[in-house]
């Protein structure tokens, strides 16, 4: 199972950008697929991307598309979100989440992170 | 897009049953997982695959999906079952989850 920390959250102004990161202290990272989810506060989860396992294939939501990138380093049990032009409407804590297909359509969240906190203020 | 849709808020007394419901179309020709949250805690995944239990969650908690209509049902609710309860789905290549269950136990 993945032990997932997320780092990186802090104030940043409207339009500005930051990277967050995501660290697994387990042994098996780069067979994980990994992904990105959110929370505003007081709100709903809310699915960001997706990364598969070797980097190769990558999944947005429509609003973060042209945005937002999600990259990994599996040399380092790493992975990445850049956020570019943040609005206020991404204020939220990020999750980093490790994914499991369970078939060709179905696939869930067996290990998340504690979050980091990503404010969009002037 | 695809849409699903839960209660805000359901209530159960401690011991008794509770059903916390997500509906979609044809959601039961997908495949459901249900997420809880207690406050300042991140998600755990409690369902998947509709009804399969990861190991350490307690048999309490069960699922089904059918129609249009999936269920997440706690039999003998604890206080330790207050929480924010999430479903979620895969559709078009994009995750979806439901806007979220708040579960009191009273």
């Known amino acids: 199972e993945a032990q997932l920390v997320a780092s990186g959250g802090r104030l940043v102004p409207p339009g500005g950008s930051l990277r967050l990161s995501c660290g697994d202290s387990?042994?098996?990272?780069?067979?994980?697929?990994m992904n990105w989810v959110r929370q505003a506060p007081g709100k709903g989860l809310e699915w960001v991307s997706y990364i598969s396992n070797i980097g190769t294939t990558q999944y947005y939501r429509d609003s973060v598309k042209g945005r937002f990138t999600v990259s990994r380093d599996n040399s380092k049990n790493l992975l990445f979100l850049q956020m570019d032009s943040l609005r206020g409407e991404d204020t939220a804590v990020y999750y980093c989440?490790?994914?499991?297909?369970?078939?060709?359509?179905?696939?869930?969240?067996?290990?998340w992170g504690q979050g980091t906190l990503v404010t969009v203020s002037s | 897009s695809y849409d699903l849709t839960q209660p805000p808020s359901e209530s159960v007394s401690p011991g008794q049953t509770v059903r916390i419901t997500c509906s979609g179309n044809?959601?039961?020709?997908?495949?459901v997982s249900w997420y809880q949250q207690r406050p300042g805690q991140s998600p755990v995944l409690l369902i998947f695959?509709?009804?399969r239990r990861p190991s350490g969650i307690p048999d309490r908690f069960s699922g089904s999906n059918s129609g249009n209509t999936a269920t997440l049902t706690i039999s003998g609710a604890q206080a330790v079952d207050e929480a924010d309860y999430y479903c979620q789905t895969w559709d078009s290549r994009t995750v979806v989850f439901g806007g979220g269950t708040r579960l009191t136990v009273l």
């Open positions: 695959l509709d009804t």
């Open positions: 387990g042994f098996n990272f780069s067979t994980l697929s």
């Open positions: 044809n959601l039961g020709t997908k495949f």
């Open positions: 989440a490790s994914g499991t297909y369970c078939g060709s359509d179905c696939y869930y969240f067996d290990s």
